[in-house]
């Protein structure tokens, strides 16, 4: 199929008109360019959504959509779009500042527009919002290799390890199912997720107002794992996530808590800036450490790695640097025999390509989902959204990302475009 | 009766509102281009306080918007504990970049206010004077003085320095002027002839002022690691008095390479963030000479904590500061408390020609040093022509 590019041309020029509209051409029938020829970007536009956004589905609060979206047009017609999250005012004040370097750059320069990028930025502590634009773009452009080539994003990132990736739910009061919440009703959720098939779940069960933690708190987080454990055994793999709060000792007696529990793995239990503690945490619990999608780029996954401080490696590809550096992070990560599992609980285009970076890593684990943002937020905005069967996801078919963005959120105001920099 | 009155001064307030100042796209002062943001807390007793962090405007002015309605109703003189509440906040999605700087701009206002309502200046609220005056030395890069480069007049400016008694000089061989062997290869390799070209300046120099004239270099971390060897092994017999960022600061066992194979002290990094990151650096005894930038490693308070674990390991500090007024100001203050104080950078074309179209009293060297203004807080005395010209512009970011 790749030995006819001058058809695929044709054909692209006589639907010119219909790609110079965007969504008008499904992303199924677009066809390889001519790759031998220049690509240079010629609009870079930023996309926020309406802020009163009210999408329901008993999310229990969290409504709208807290991401944002960078799109890259190209003289030949061709766009590609990345996301970042959780804040938009940053990070597009960032693209203000960086996009008029990208204009007139060819978007399949993906690693060297990365490093040039990076050196601009970690000239003043590389990371925040600039990091994420950064991730955002990276994503717009391999968006754009996928649909220059033809080939959906996996096949770009080492093609197909696996067909089916394994999903656990995050559960949280705030993207809740049906407005249940762990511990009133901890029994209800696990089962409602068996019964589709999830049979993995992370919880956020201990509370502190300080680093520390006292012995009432540890119990009573500990009293979900044994409700889930006492009800349904070991057909439910449980990972516990602290939102780095602790300080080193109580991180230690959460854990030492949770051993029993054969918990799949106990996730950003301190601040994330002190491997050695991390390396000494690691090295006296038998639970699985895993850190954390608050890193961004290898440079700093190395260290922790080196030290080795935690037995699974989590990122964010809409903050760790984006698909690209997300791959390179896993391969490093591979080489310590260490898997990895996605953080995914941003938006819909975070979702989408961690589906395809996970069909495409060697070293998988498992992927982050969630119910409330599968089944009723981004389906808001996308049309062909992977639904977990069976506890399972499979990528698109589809080139590049993939996502079937719905044309219409352009037209009610719900998405606002704005144009940042133009050739 | 004065313990009283100082006691209400500092008693509770509130953050009120908070100001971003930009200044005027295309703005130029003989040739400069102001590059900085302003942060203007504004508190219900009527104290203003001021930071400031560069080099981008809408990066900076978007995260404070996000960041801003976190700080109405505190108090800001509970700095550390705004710090710490911030910083959470924005430690999930990788830390840093655009919103830390922010912080870092927040941080500097509220030692501002803390210095006005206690009525001292900055500099006595973090150990008082350890420093009678601040030796300093002179930044070439990009910033010419009277118009003069480092490559084209290396005797000439090295005579202009002495004659004002300032002793020390730092360069850009490598990356910039007529060699520029960065430019050649991207940093990836570098000739016999090149690195023996690039010491052109370096040489020049030592002839025309011996050793009177201290060298400092800066490689702009553009180098991979055996570049930055052969670098610093060519630069030996030059006595020089330390080589900054080869590298990028992102693997420190790389720089502990360097300083284990080179005599010539090792200093970074103004690139590096907060006291957790120099922490891995002094244990990885990769460094010699710390350097920071008050207005991006997390403000005074970050900057002070750095500096006195940096004492633990025999470890001085020369601070960065080629950037806005508020850094130059923050910086004085901050280095006169240090104990362990090494150097502190200087721009003669910054002082001279761009600082004073904003602030009446630039603390200039004199004699090779500077000094701290007395007056309370930073001690910034504000012009209000930019203001008045639209030079500079307020905009509100959050009130109460």
């Not at chain 2, 900054?244 to 080179?262: F, H, I, K, S, V």
């Not at chain 2, 970074?268 to 460094?287: D, G, H, I, K, P």
């Amino acid at each position: 199929m790749h030995n006819a590019p001058l058809t695929r041309r044709n054909f692209l020029l006589a639907s010119g008109a219909a790609i110079l509209g965007g969504a008008a051409l499904p992303d199924a029938m677009r066809a390889a360019m001519d790759n031998t020829e220049a690509l240079k970007i010629t609009r870079v536009e930023a996309v926020t959504f309406r802020k009163d956004l009210k999408i329901g589905g008993g999310s229990g609060g969290s409504d709208g959509a807290e991401f944002c979206w960078v799109r890259l047009h190209t003289d030949k017609g061709i766009t590609g779009i990345g996301e970042t999250y959780p804040f938009h005012q940053g990070e597009i004040g960032a693209l203000r500042d960086y996009a008029p370097t990208l204009l007139r750059r060819d978007p399949r320069d993906i690693d060297g527009i990365w490093r040039a990028f990076y050196h601009r930025m970690a000239m003043r502590n590389a990371g925040g919002a600039d990091m994420r634009i950064l991730s955002a773009v990276n994503m717009a452009q391999l968006d754009i290799l996928g649909k220059t080539s033809g080939l959906p994003l996996y096949r770009l990132l080492g093609g197909r390890t696996r067909s089916r990736i394994r999903v656990y739910n995050t559960t949280t009061d705030y993207w809740a199912i049906n407005e249940m919440k762990m511990g009133s009703d901890t029994l209800k959720i696990t089962r409602f997720l068996l019964d589709r098939g999830i049979t993995a779940m992370k919880i956020y069960p201990f509370r502190a107002n300080d680093n520390y933690i006292s012995n009432q708190a540890l119990e009573q987080g500990m009293r979900w794992i044994r409700d889930i454990r006492d009800s349904v055994g070991t057909d439910m793999d449980i990972c516990v996530d602290c939102w780095g709060v602790f300080d080193f000792p109580s991180a230690q007696r959460i854990a030492k808590a949770l051993e029993p529990y054969n918990i799949m793995y106990l996730e950003d239990a301190m601040l994330m800036n002190n491997a050695r503690a991390y390396a000494q945490l690691a090295a006296e619990t038998s639970v699985p450490i895993c850190m954390s999608e608050t890193f961004a780029t290898r440079y700093e996954y190395r260290e922790f790695l080196e030290s080795r401080a935690c037995d699974v490696v989590m990122y964010d590809l809409t903050w760790c640097g984006g698909p690209s550096e997300a791959k390179k992070i896993s391969d490093m990560a591979d080489s310590y025999l260490i898997p990895t599992s996605p953080h995914t609980c941003g938006g819909p285009l975070l979702y989408f390509c961690s589906v395809h970076l996970c069909a495409a890593l060697p070293n998988f684990l498992i992927m982050e989902s969630n119910y409330w943002k599968y089944a009723h937020q981004y389906p808001y905005f996308v049309n062909n959204v992977p639904v977990p069967e069976k506890g399972h996801v499979s990528p698109p078919e589809l080139p590049g990302i993939g996502a079937e963005i719905k044309p219409e959120i352009f037209r009610t105001g719900d998405a606002i475009v704005e144009t940042v920099a133009a050739a | 009766m004065a313990v009283a009155r100082a006691a209400a001064a500092v008693g509770p307030m509130k953050i009120t509102k908070v100001e971003a100042v930009r200044f005027r796209r295309n703005l130029l002062i003989q040739g400069l281009a102001p590059n900085w943001t302003w942060v203007r807390l504004h508190t219900d007793t009527g104290l203003i306080g001021i930071g400031e962090s560069y080099p981008t405007q809408e990066a900076h002015i978007g995260a404070l918007r996000e960041i801003a309605p976190l700080l109405l109703g505190k108090d800001p003189t509970g700095i550390d504990r705004l710090w710490q509440d911030i910083f959470y906040r924005i430690s999930y999605q990788p830390w840093g970049g655009a919103e830390f700087r922010m912080l870092t701009a927040i941080n500097i206002a509220q030692w501002d206010i803390l210095g006005k309502a206690s009525g001292l200046p900055v500099y006595k609220l973090l150990g008082g004077k350890s420093q009678e005056k601040l030796l300093v030395y002179n930044t070439m890069n990009g910033w010419p003085i009277n118009g003069m480069r480092e490559h084209d007049y290396p005797e000439k400016i090295a005579e202009f320095l002495l004659k004002r008694g300032i002793k020390a000089i730092k360069l850009y061989p490598y990356d910039r002027g007529p060699v520029n062997a960065f430019a050649r290869h991207g940093g990836t390799f570098i000739t016999q002839a090149e690195l023996k070209e690039s010491l052109d300046p370096i040489q020049r120099i030592r002839k025309a002022a011996g050793n009177e004239m201290e060298i400092a270099l800066d490689l702009s971390s553009k180098w991979n690691l055996p570049c930055s060897l052969q670098i610093a092994k060519s630069l030996e017999p030059y006595n020089i008095m330390c080589l900054e960022d080869p590298m990028l600061p992102d693997n420190l066992e790389a720089y502990a390479t360097l300083a284990r194979e080179t005599s010539i002290p090792v200093c970074l990094s103004e690139r590096l963030a907060t006291r957790f990151r120099f922490r891995e650096m002094f244990e990885s005894r990769a460094v010699d000479v710390v350097m920071y930038d008050v207005t991006w490693c997390g403000g005074i308070s970050e900057a002070k904590k750095i500096s006195d674990m940096a004492d633990t390991y025999k470890i001085p500090t020369s601070p960065h500061t080629g950037g806005g007024p508020v850094l130059w100001y923050a910086s004085i203050h901050t280095a006169t408390a240090l104990t362990n104080f090494y150097i502190m950078e200087s721009v003669y074309h910054l002082y001279n020609d761009l600082y004073p179209h904003f602030l009446q009293n630039v603390p200039v060297p004199v004699n090779g040093h500077v000094t701290a203004p007395e007056t309370p807080g930073l001690g910034l005395e504000l012009r209000e022509e930019p203001f008045r010209n639209g030079d500079a512009t307020i905009e509100s970011i959050a009130e109460l």
